[in-house]
């Protein structure tokens, strides 16, 4: 008998028995009354959750559309930009800035470590920069940026917009828009709000939506900020259909992140995450983001010496864990596991049994329970 598959990636992430009814109600039209009602809903619980007096946008699209959006509605061509990237996420964002006639400026950590914030502001100090750009968490390298102190030190340039990729951090870690001086916030539905992939969501703050209104016409069309701000506003207008079942779903994801409430949903990801990373520690890998900048959401973790890559995810695979493989500088020697969104204790124990069972017939000894062990005890604490 087959072992049903834990489907353990950096996203999509599981999704919950009342999260996929939603999804299979029978769809209505996207200007039914109580559709609106509840899109409506969801516009509204964004703002509330994530703090900004700004607006929230929700379409139709993936993570990438919603990096783009983000950018397309704060910059114009020949604008400075700056991207801080730690991984391989940051670095799209060069490209899509370019694409744009965007004049870009990088700086690159090494993997695995964070740009530090003094040199973040010392950049900041030698020219105008529009806007500066960074991924809270590159799912490339599991490395968390310190968005809060990042945030501080742009709030001190009033020319500046501060752009944060959200997609693998949303949700999961502690983003307090207004609070923490992020203008523009982007993210998708498919990893921590344990919703399937087809959802942009972009919100923004009061700094953001003066930027727009300063740039006039911009060339994008189904981006642009000043085309949904009607529809966010009042759902019954139209603009382009709007996705009913995902949206359903979404206002879903945000019930359940409401009842139990955004700071203890913070707390058990940070719990859940620690727990995980010492397990795996205890059983030989290498977790490859330094500590104190480790995601909550996934870990990229590092093979010990005599385990072949492809040969370890396969046998996990068949144990009932699908992980991902490392990205580039870490492909072949590394694995990345998610840990987000609307997982519970029977996911997390069943994912480290199955990792213990694949390591004892890669022919690694006295592994089978350690990890469980080290897991369950800092759960229970």
């Known amino acids: 008998m087959k072992n049903k598959r834990l489907v353990m990636i950096p996203g999509p992430t599981p999704v919950t028995r009342s999260i996929q009814d939603q999804m299979g109600r029978e769809t209505v039209a996207h200007g039914d009354p109580g559709f609106v009602k509840d899109f409506k809903e969801v516009v509204e619980g964004l703002k509330e959750i994530f703090k900004t007096k700004g607006e929230a946008f929700v379409v139709a699209g993936t993570g990438t559309l919603a990096m783009e959006m983000g950018i397309a509605n704060v910059t114009k061509e020949g604008d400075n930009v700056l991207v801080i990237s730690h991984g391989h996420f940051g670095d799209r964002y060069v490209e899509l800035c370019e694409r744009k006639g965007l004049k870009v400026d990088t700086i690159r950590s090494e993997w695995g470590t964070i740009v530090p914030v003094e040199d ?9 920069y529009k806007a500066v750009l960074v991924t809270h968490v590159d799912t490339s390298t599991g490395v968390c940026a310190p968005i809060a102190e990042i945030g501080k030190v742009v709030k001190k340039f009033d020319d500046t917009v501060f752009v944060v990729d959200g997609v693998c951090a949303t949700a999961a870690e502690r983003e307090c828009l207004d609070e923490m001086g992020i203008d523009v916030l982007i993210t998708g539905s498919q990893k ?29 069309y189904y981006m642009d900020f000043e085309k949904w701000i009607p529809i966010m506003n009042e759902p019954a207008k139209y603009f382009g259909t709007p996705p009913v079942n995902l949206i359903w779903a979404l206002q879903e994801s945000l019930r359940i992140i409401k009842e139990e409430g955004i700071e203890n949903r913070y707390e058990r990801h940070i719990k859940v995450a620690r727990a995980m990373q010492a397990a795996l520690e205890s059983l030989g890998f290498k977790v490859l983001a330094e500590k104190g900048h480790r995601a909550v959401t996934l870990s990229c973790v590092a093979y010990m010496d005599g385990i072949d890559d492809a040969e370890f995810r396969k046998i996990l695979a068949e144990e009932g864990v699908v992980v991902a493989g490392g990205l580039r500088s870490f492909a072949g020697n590394s694995f990345r596991l998610g840990h987000m969104g609307n997982i519970d204790t029977h996911y997390l124990v069943s994912t480290m ?10 022919g690694v000894k006295d592994v089978l329970g350690k990890g469980v062990g080290v897991l369950t005890e800092e759960l229970m604490k």
């Open 120 to 128: 973040i502001e010392k950049k900041l100090n030698e020219k105008n």
């Open 353 to 362: 049994s199955a990792i213990e069972r694949t390591l004892h017939k890669l």
């Open 192 to 220: 921590a709000f344990g919703v399937s992939p087809g959802l942009a969501i972009v919100l923004a703050g009061p700094k953001a939506l003066e930027r727009r209104e300063s740039l006039g016409a911009i060339r994008d």
